[in-house]
């Protein structure tokens, strides 16, 4: 964070030297100047009104990569650097959850070898990021089908949320094999089992007790909801859990979406008034 303003107290200096550098120091001071002032630090967002669960689709691997005269297996690899600077950047500015939609039910229907790439990407991202996962207090969750991954995905996946349980500082909570209609059958079945069993009495069920059988049970509702990729959609992800959620849309393909990008997000979240169905005039007099 704040990367860019250190350049110029390195190149300052230097203008007194040659008059060369000092073109230099003004090209990059005007650059830097003019990156600020379109990317607003973490210092800029209201440390009171960070989200507690912010939850991501990553869209625009392929089409990012198809730009780049690249196979799409590219955009994917260059989008895992845009989920470890996300994770770091949410957890520095305290947000408790970050959801990360990785891989939907529907996603298994792609070319065999993409979903391999992707089931490859994902365990030497599980595999390089547990010692970061363990030094910064972060813990690994997630959500979905997972019995339906590959044997090898599973077990790494298993071990590094086993290994990072009792972290408490950031939840990284991804979605794979995941699919939000998908949710809602398991969690109904399970309540009619709990009924059938005489465990709960139908006028117990309410929105607690669904909120308990979804995959998410235990986490806060997102307070944010970004997509990457330009669609404005919401391609089954959270259905239940995203009722109240501020949704942000936004042109910026996955791969380019880095910290100035996810700031931008939040920037954009705390100028929202979030009334949950009241007035105005309600939230403000409290
Ligand atoms: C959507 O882009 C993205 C995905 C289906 C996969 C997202 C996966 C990663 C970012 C890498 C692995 C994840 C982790 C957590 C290590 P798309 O391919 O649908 O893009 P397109 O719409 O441009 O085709």
Not at 19 to 30: D, G, I
Not at 86 to 107: D, H, M, P, R
Not at 222 to 227: A, E, V, Y
Request: charged residues 25%.
């Amino acid at each position: 964070m704040g990367r860019h303003s250190s350049i110029f107290f390195i190149i300052i200096p230097n203008f007194t030297v040659n008059p060369s550098f000092y073109l230099l120091s003004v090209t990059l001071f005007l650059l830097c100047a003019d990156r600020s002032y379109t990317m607003p630090e973490p210092h800029s967002l209201d440390p009171l009104l960070i989200p507690r669960h912010v939850a991501i689709i990553m869209d625009g691997n392929g089409r990012w990569a198809k730009r780049q005269h690249k196979p799409r297996l590219y955009g994917h690899k260059v989008g895992v650097d845009s989920v470890q600077e996300i994770v770091e950047c949410a957890s520095e500015l305290g947000i408790e959850v970050l959801t990360l939609y990785a891989f939907s039910t529907e996603n298994w229907k792609r070319p065999a070898d993409e979903v391999g790439g992707l089931m490859g990407l994902l365990k030497n991202y599980l595999q390089k990021e547990l010692r970061r996962m363990v030094e910064n207090d972060i813990r690994l969750t997630c959500i979905g089908d997972i019995e339906s991954l590959p044997a090898d995905v599973l077990e790494i996946l298993r071990s590094t949320m086993r290994e990072t349980r009792e972290n408490s500082k950031l939840t990284l909570n991804l979605a794979l094999s995941y699919g939000g209609r998908a949710e809602l059958v398991r969690a109904v079945r399970n309540i009619i089992t709990k009924v059938d069993s005489g465990r709960v009495q139908l006028d117990e069920i309410d929105e607690k007790l669904i909120d308990s059988q979804l995959y998410t049970g235990g986490l806060p509702d997102p307070d944010l909801l970004i997509r990457t990729g330009g669609e404005a959609r919401l391609s089954n992800f959270l259905l239940w859990q995203v009722s109240y959620a501020e949704i942000y849309f936004t042109d910026e393909m996955w791969p380019e979406f880095r910290e100035a990008a996810f700031i931008r997000a939040i920037s954009e979240y705390q100028r929202r008034e979030r009334r949950f169905g009241k007035t105005s005039a309600q939230i403000k007099s409290g």
